[in-house]
Protein backbone atom coordinates (compact mmCIF):
# COMPACT_ATOMS: atom_id res chain seq x y z
CA UNK A 1 0.00 0.00 0.00
CA UNK A 2 1.38 3.36 -0.72
CA UNK A 3 1.02 6.22 1.80
CA UNK A 4 -1.82 7.51 1.24
CA UNK A 5 -3.65 4.79 1.41
CA UNK A 6 -2.53 3.32 4.61
CA UNK A 7 -3.34 6.57 5.94
CA UNK A 8 -7.04 6.48 4.13
CA UNK A 9 -7.27 2.86 6.02
CA UNK A 10 -5.88 4.06 9.09
CA UNK A 11 -8.56 7.31 9.20
CA UNK A 12 -11.54 5.07 8.68
CA UNK A 13 -10.49 2.56 11.22
CA UNK A 14 -10.21 5.71 13.42
CA UNK A 15 -13.60 7.08 12.59
CA UNK A 16 -15.46 3.45 12.17
CA UNK A 17 -13.95 1.91 15.17
CA UNK A 18 -13.49 -1.95 14.58
CA UNK A 19 -15.62 -5.26 15.65
CA UNK A 20 -14.39 -7.98 17.33
CA UNK A 21 -14.69 -12.14 16.30
CA UNK A 22 -13.15 -13.96 19.12
CA UNK A 23 -11.61 -13.78 22.07
CA UNK A 24 -8.55 -11.42 23.08
CA UNK A 25 -6.29 -10.10 25.69
CA UNK A 26 -7.81 -6.66 26.55
CA UNK A 27 -8.19 -4.86 29.06
CA UNK A 28 -11.55 -3.21 30.21
CA UNK A 29 -10.52 0.48 29.24
CA UNK A 30 -10.76 -1.23 25.25
CA UNK A 31 -14.71 -1.09 25.82
CA UNK A 32 -14.71 2.93 26.88
CA UNK A 33 -15.51 5.19 24.65
CA UNK A 34 -12.93 8.00 24.27
CA UNK A 35 -10.20 9.82 22.25
CA UNK A 36 -7.44 7.66 23.46
CA UNK A 37 -9.01 4.60 24.94
CA UNK A 38 -10.21 1.68 22.71
CA UNK A 39 -7.87 -1.47 21.30
CA UNK A 40 -4.75 -0.92 20.91
CA UNK A 41 -3.29 -2.70 17.35
CA UNK A 42 -0.23 -2.24 15.47
CA UNK A 43 -0.75 -2.78 11.12
CA UNK A 44 2.46 -2.53 8.91
CA UNK A 45 4.35 -2.83 11.81
CA UNK A 46 4.80 0.79 12.60
CA UNK A 47 1.45 2.30 11.78
CA UNK A 48 -0.31 2.19 15.53
CA UNK A 49 -4.07 2.51 15.89
CA UNK A 50 -6.72 3.15 18.69
CA UNK A 51 -10.01 2.75 18.29
CA UNK A 52 -13.30 2.19 19.42
CA UNK A 53 -14.36 -1.30 19.73
CA UNK A 54 -18.23 -0.83 17.64
CA UNK A 55 -20.30 -3.91 16.90
CA UNK A 56 -21.38 -2.86 13.60
CA UNK A 57 -17.78 -1.35 12.13
CA UNK A 58 -16.83 -2.96 8.90
CA UNK A 59 -13.77 -3.61 10.07
CA UNK A 60 -13.48 -7.06 12.08
CA UNK A 61 -10.07 -8.07 14.11
CA UNK A 62 -10.26 -12.10 13.97
CA UNK A 63 -8.70 -14.57 15.12
CA UNK A 64 -6.96 -17.52 12.54
CA UNK A 65 -8.10 -20.82 14.88
CA UNK A 66 -5.03 -22.57 13.47
CA UNK A 67 -1.96 -20.09 13.53
CA UNK A 68 -3.59 -17.69 16.12
CA UNK A 69 -2.75 -14.71 14.35
CA UNK A 70 -4.66 -11.81 14.34
CA UNK A 71 -5.99 -10.02 11.09
CA UNK A 72 -7.89 -6.88 9.80
CA UNK A 73 -10.51 -7.80 7.56
CA UNK A 74 -12.88 -4.83 6.24
CA UNK A 75 -14.62 -3.30 3.04
CA UNK A 76 -11.24 -1.10 2.35
CA UNK A 77 -8.68 -4.30 2.49
CA UNK A 78 -8.99 -6.64 -0.05
CA UNK A 79 -6.63 -8.90 1.78
CA UNK A 80 -6.53 -10.01 5.62
CA UNK A 81 -4.38 -7.42 7.03
CA UNK A 82 -1.98 -9.18 9.89
CA UNK A 83 -2.20 -7.05 12.85
CA UNK A 84 -0.63 -6.87 16.27
CA UNK A 85 -2.95 -5.98 19.45
CA UNK A 86 -1.36 -4.44 22.17
CA UNK A 87 -2.90 -6.07 25.28
CA UNK A 88 -3.22 -4.44 28.85
CA UNK A 89 -0.37 -3.13 31.17
CA UNK A 90 0.71 -5.71 33.62
CA UNK A 91 0.08 -3.79 36.55
CA UNK A 92 -3.85 -4.24 35.56
CA UNK A 93 -5.18 -5.69 38.79
CA UNK A 94 -2.24 -5.46 41.14
CA UNK A 95 -2.85 -3.37 44.14
CA UNK A 96 -0.38 -0.77 46.59
CA UNK A 97 0.17 -1.03 49.87
CA UNK A 98 -2.69 0.64 51.03
CA UNK A 99 -4.85 -1.38 48.26
CA UNK A 100 -5.69 1.19 45.64
CA UNK A 101 -5.94 -0.68 42.18
CA UNK A 102 -2.96 0.47 40.36
CA UNK A 103 -5.16 0.84 36.66
CA UNK A 104 -6.75 3.80 38.55
CA UNK A 105 -3.22 5.43 38.62
CA UNK A 106 -1.92 5.09 35.29
CA UNK A 107 -2.90 4.18 31.62
CA UNK A 108 -0.90 2.22 29.49
CA UNK A 109 -0.93 3.03 25.72
CA UNK A 110 0.91 1.36 23.12
CA UNK A 111 4.57 1.97 24.50
CA UNK A 112 3.89 4.91 27.14
CA UNK A 113 2.48 4.49 30.67
CA UNK A 114 0.14 8.23 31.20
CA UNK A 115 -0.31 9.39 34.73
CA UNK A 116 -2.76 12.09 35.47
CA UNK A 117 -1.39 14.19 38.37
CA UNK A 118 -4.96 15.15 38.80
CA UNK A 119 -8.18 13.04 38.08
CA UNK A 120 -10.71 15.51 36.18
CA UNK A 121 -10.12 19.53 34.83
CA UNK A 122 -10.67 22.55 35.95
CA UNK A 123 -12.19 23.69 33.24
CA UNK A 124 -15.05 20.94 33.99
CA UNK A 125 -15.50 22.17 37.16
CA UNK A 126 -15.47 25.96 35.98
CA UNK A 127 -18.57 24.57 33.57
CA UNK A 128 -15.96 25.47 30.82
CA UNK A 129 -15.06 21.96 29.71
CA UNK A 130 -14.42 21.53 25.77
CA UNK A 131 -17.67 19.78 24.74
CA UNK A 132 -15.78 16.98 22.41
CA UNK A 133 -13.95 15.53 25.92
CA UNK A 134 -15.72 12.97 27.43
CA UNK A 135 -14.24 14.12 30.43
CA UNK A 136 -16.58 17.35 30.14
CA UNK A 137 -19.39 15.77 32.09
CA UNK A 138 -17.44 14.57 35.08
CA UNK A 139 -17.28 17.27 37.75
CA UNK A 140 -14.87 15.93 39.98
CA UNK A 141 -11.19 16.79 40.65
CA UNK A 142 -8.71 15.11 42.95
CA UNK A 143 -5.35 14.89 43.03
CA UNK A 144 -3.23 11.48 42.03
CA UNK A 145 -1.56 11.07 45.00
CA UNK A 146 2.55 10.79 44.87
CA UNK A 147 3.03 7.75 46.78
CA UNK A 148 0.72 5.44 44.67
CA UNK A 149 2.38 7.30 41.73
CA UNK A 150 5.55 6.42 42.90
CA UNK A 151 4.74 2.88 43.69
CA UNK A 152 3.17 2.06 39.99
CA UNK A 153 5.92 3.34 38.73
CA UNK A 154 8.57 1.37 40.47
CA UNK A 155 6.29 -1.66 39.69
CA UNK A 156 6.22 -0.83 35.82
CA UNK A 157 10.21 -0.19 36.01
CA UNK A 158 10.98 -3.59 37.16
CA UNK A 159 8.10 -6.02 35.36
CA UNK A 160 6.86 -3.76 32.46
CA UNK A 161 9.55 -3.74 29.33
CA UNK A 162 7.07 -2.36 27.24
CA UNK A 163 6.69 1.12 28.83
CA UNK A 164 9.68 3.32 27.33
CA UNK A 165 8.52 6.70 28.35
CA UNK A 166 5.95 8.61 30.80
CA UNK A 167 3.04 10.99 29.60
CA UNK A 168 2.48 13.48 32.34
CA UNK A 169 -1.34 15.23 31.84
CA UNK A 170 -4.61 15.00 32.75
CA UNK A 171 -7.19 17.44 33.05
CA UNK A 172 -6.30 21.23 33.64
CA UNK A 173 -5.10 21.47 37.02
CA UNK A 174 -6.97 23.93 39.68
CA UNK A 175 -4.84 27.56 39.88
CA UNK A 176 -3.19 26.19 43.20
CA UNK A 177 -2.52 22.84 41.70
CA UNK A 178 0.63 23.61 39.59
CA UNK A 179 2.96 23.12 42.89
CA UNK A 180 1.22 19.07 42.49
CA UNK A 181 2.01 18.94 38.38
CA UNK A 182 5.78 19.57 39.58
CA UNK A 183 5.85 17.56 42.24
CA UNK A 184 4.62 14.60 39.66
CA UNK A 185 6.73 14.93 37.19
CA UNK A 186 9.71 14.98 40.01
CA UNK A 187 8.15 11.82 41.57
CA UNK A 188 8.04 10.03 38.02
CA UNK A 189 11.71 11.04 37.53
CA UNK A 190 12.87 9.95 41.24
CA UNK A 191 11.75 6.44 40.02
CA UNK A 192 12.78 6.13 36.13
CA UNK A 193 15.49 7.65 33.60
CA UNK A 194 12.91 7.14 30.68
CA UNK A 195 11.91 9.67 28.83
CA UNK A 196 9.18 12.10 30.36
CA UNK A 197 6.62 14.06 28.19
CA UNK A 198 3.83 16.67 30.11
CA UNK A 199 0.83 18.01 28.17
CA UNK A 200 -0.22 21.08 29.95
CA UNK A 201 -2.55 23.86 30.10
CA UNK A 202 -1.08 27.97 30.14
CA UNK A 203 0.20 28.11 33.79
CA UNK A 204 -1.02 31.02 35.60
CA UNK A 205 3.19 31.43 35.78
CA UNK A 206 5.71 30.62 32.77
CA UNK A 207 8.45 29.95 35.47
CA UNK A 208 6.32 26.99 36.21
CA UNK A 209 6.77 25.86 32.72
CA UNK A 210 10.90 25.81 33.85
CA UNK A 211 9.98 23.91 37.02
CA UNK A 212 8.33 21.22 34.98
CA UNK A 213 11.90 21.23 32.45
CA UNK A 214 13.99 20.94 35.42
CA UNK A 215 12.57 18.12 36.32
CA UNK A 216 13.26 16.50 33.53
CA UNK A 217 10.48 16.46 31.43
CA UNK A 218 11.72 16.68 27.52
CA UNK A 219 8.81 17.22 25.35
CA UNK A 220 5.81 19.28 26.25
CA UNK A 221 2.59 19.79 24.75
CA UNK A 222 0.34 22.81 25.11
CA UNK A 223 -2.53 21.93 23.46
CA UNK A 224 -4.43 24.78 21.01
CA UNK A 225 -7.43 22.48 19.98
CA UNK A 226 -9.23 25.09 17.56
CA UNK A 227 -8.17 28.11 15.93
CA UNK A 228 -11.42 29.48 15.34
CA UNK A 229 -12.20 32.39 17.91
CA UNK A 230 -15.39 32.17 17.36
CA UNK A 231 -16.07 28.24 17.61
CA UNK A 232 -13.51 28.34 20.42
CA UNK A 233 -15.91 30.56 22.63
CA UNK A 234 -18.44 27.89 21.73
CA UNK A 235 -16.58 24.62 22.44
CA UNK A 236 -13.65 25.32 24.29
CA UNK A 237 -14.75 27.59 26.86
CA UNK A 238 -12.18 27.16 29.35
CA UNK A 239 -8.91 27.64 26.50
CA UNK A 240 -10.96 30.96 25.14
CA UNK A 241 -11.12 32.34 28.41
CA UNK A 242 -7.28 31.53 28.79
CA UNK A 243 -6.64 32.87 25.38
CA UNK A 244 -4.86 31.94 22.42
CA UNK A 245 -1.93 34.79 23.00
CA UNK A 246 -1.33 33.04 26.29
CA UNK A 247 -1.33 29.39 24.67
CA UNK A 248 1.22 30.88 22.36
CA UNK A 249 3.17 32.28 25.11
CA UNK A 250 3.52 29.42 26.87
CA UNK A 251 4.16 27.73 24.08
CA UNK A 252 7.18 30.05 23.10
CA UNK A 253 8.39 30.25 26.09
CA UNK A 254 8.65 26.31 26.29
CA UNK A 255 10.25 26.61 23.10
CA UNK A 256 13.31 29.26 24.70
CA UNK A 257 13.77 26.18 26.98
CA UNK A 258 13.35 22.58 25.19
CA UNK A 259 14.41 24.23 21.23
CA UNK A 260 12.21 24.21 18.27
CA UNK A 261 13.29 20.66 16.88
CA UNK A 262 9.67 19.23 17.60
CA UNK A 263 10.30 18.94 21.40
CA UNK A 264 7.29 21.38 21.80
CA UNK A 265 4.10 20.61 20.38
CA UNK A 266 0.20 21.70 20.23
CA UNK A 267 -2.54 19.49 18.82
CA UNK A 268 -5.26 21.19 16.71
CA UNK A 269 -8.47 19.02 15.94
CA UNK A 270 -9.44 18.64 12.78
CA UNK A 271 -12.87 18.13 11.46
CA UNK A 272 -14.89 20.73 14.02
CA UNK A 273 -13.67 24.07 12.57
CA UNK A 274 -13.48 24.70 9.23
CA UNK A 275 -9.89 23.21 7.66
CA UNK A 276 -9.04 26.34 6.43
CA UNK A 277 -8.65 27.74 10.10
CA UNK A 278 -6.82 24.36 11.16
CA UNK A 279 -4.37 25.03 8.44
CA UNK A 280 -3.90 28.49 9.53
CA UNK A 281 -3.18 27.44 12.96
CA UNK A 282 -0.82 24.90 11.66
CA UNK A 283 0.60 27.28 10.32
CA UNK A 284 1.11 29.50 13.35
CA UNK A 285 2.16 27.11 15.28
CA UNK A 286 5.10 25.55 13.12
CA UNK A 287 6.43 29.13 12.18
CA UNK A 288 7.13 29.30 15.94
CA UNK A 289 9.36 26.37 16.01
CA UNK A 290 6.39 24.56 17.76
CA UNK A 291 5.55 21.00 16.12
CA UNK A 292 1.62 20.98 15.26
CA UNK A 293 0.07 17.38 16.02
CA UNK A 294 -3.75 16.78 14.43
CA UNK A 295 -6.01 14.76 15.92
CA UNK A 296 -9.54 13.56 13.83
CA UNK A 297 -12.46 14.57 15.60
CA UNK A 298 -14.75 11.61 16.20
CA UNK A 299 -17.83 12.23 18.61
CA UNK A 300 -18.00 10.33 21.63
CA UNK A 301 -21.33 9.30 23.07
CA UNK A 302 -22.17 11.14 26.19
CA UNK A 303 -20.32 14.52 25.05
CA UNK A 304 -21.93 17.66 24.06
CA UNK A 305 -20.96 16.93 20.57
CA UNK A 306 -22.11 13.54 20.32
CA UNK A 307 -24.45 14.51 17.27
CA UNK A 308 -21.71 16.77 15.25
CA UNK A 309 -20.83 15.12 12.07
CA UNK A 310 -18.00 13.27 11.54
CA UNK A 311 -15.18 14.28 9.64
CA UNK A 312 -14.98 13.36 5.86
CA UNK A 313 -12.61 10.79 5.11
CA UNK A 314 -11.54 12.27 1.43
CA UNK A 315 -11.53 15.81 3.48
CA UNK A 316 -8.65 14.55 5.55
CA UNK A 317 -5.55 13.06 3.41
CA UNK A 318 -5.57 16.77 1.51
CA UNK A 319 -5.44 18.28 4.80
CA UNK A 320 -2.36 16.32 6.18
CA UNK A 321 -0.68 16.46 3.08
CA UNK A 322 -1.06 20.23 3.31
CA UNK A 323 -0.51 20.39 6.91
CA UNK A 324 2.84 18.40 6.31
CA UNK A 325 4.08 20.65 3.95
CA UNK A 326 3.44 23.75 5.78
CA UNK A 327 6.03 22.02 8.65
CA UNK A 328 8.42 21.07 5.92
CA UNK A 329 8.77 24.57 5.05
CA UNK A 330 9.59 25.47 9.32
CA UNK A 331 11.93 22.31 9.18
CA UNK A 332 9.61 20.39 10.97
CA UNK A 333 7.55 17.13 10.37
CA UNK A 334 3.92 16.79 11.90
CA UNK A 335 3.67 15.31 15.21
CA UNK A 336 3.82 13.40 17.40
CA UNK A 337 7.82 11.83 16.78
CA UNK A 338 7.17 9.01 18.62
CA UNK A 339 5.50 5.75 16.39
CA UNK A 340 3.47 4.65 18.85
CA UNK A 341 2.27 8.19 19.84
CA UNK A 342 0.51 8.50 16.61
CA UNK A 343 -2.26 6.06 17.49
CA UNK A 344 -5.06 8.42 17.71
CA UNK A 345 -3.61 10.97 15.38
CA UNK A 346 -3.52 12.29 11.48
CA UNK A 347 -0.13 11.63 10.89
CA UNK A 348 2.23 8.34 8.93
CA UNK A 349 5.37 7.73 9.79
CA UNK A 350 6.81 8.71 6.41
CA UNK A 351 10.60 10.10 7.10
CA UNK A 352 13.35 9.29 9.57
CA UNK A 353 12.34 12.14 11.66
CA UNK A 354 9.66 9.78 13.02
CA UNK A 355 10.85 6.70 15.66
CA UNK A 356 10.61 4.18 18.25
CA UNK A 357 11.52 4.82 21.80
CA UNK A 358 13.97 1.48 22.77
S1 LIG B 1 -8.93 20.85 28.99
FE1 LIG B 1 -8.52 18.72 28.42
S2 LIG B 1 -9.44 17.47 30.05
FE2 LIG B 1 -10.28 19.55 30.26
S3 LIG B 1 -12.21 19.44 29.14
FE3 LIG B 1 -10.65 20.22 27.70
S4 LIG B 1 -9.85 18.38 26.61
FE4 LIG B 1 -11.00 17.68 28.46
Not at 56 to 63: A, K, M, T, V
Not at 76 to 104: A, C, H, Q, R, W
Not at 223 to 247: D, P, Q, T
Amino acid sequence: MGNKETLNLKIDLLLNGVALAGKFDLGSRAFLNSVSDGVHFVIFEDVYITTSIKANSPYILCRDETTNAIFLKGKEITYPLKVEIIPEGKYFGIKTSDGTSMENIGTFQTDRLRISAYKGCGFVMNDEGCKFCEASHVKIQRKNRLEHISELVKYTECYEERIKHYLVSGGTPPDDGWEHFVDVCRTIRENTQKPMYAMISPPPELNIIKQIVDTGVQDIAINIELFNSNLSAKIIKGKNRVGINNYFKALEYAVTLLGNGGSVKSLLVVGIEDYNDTLRGVEELAKRGIMPILSVFKPIKGTLLENYPMPKKEDLIPIWETAQSICERFSLTLGPLCKCCQNNTLTLPINNKYFKYE
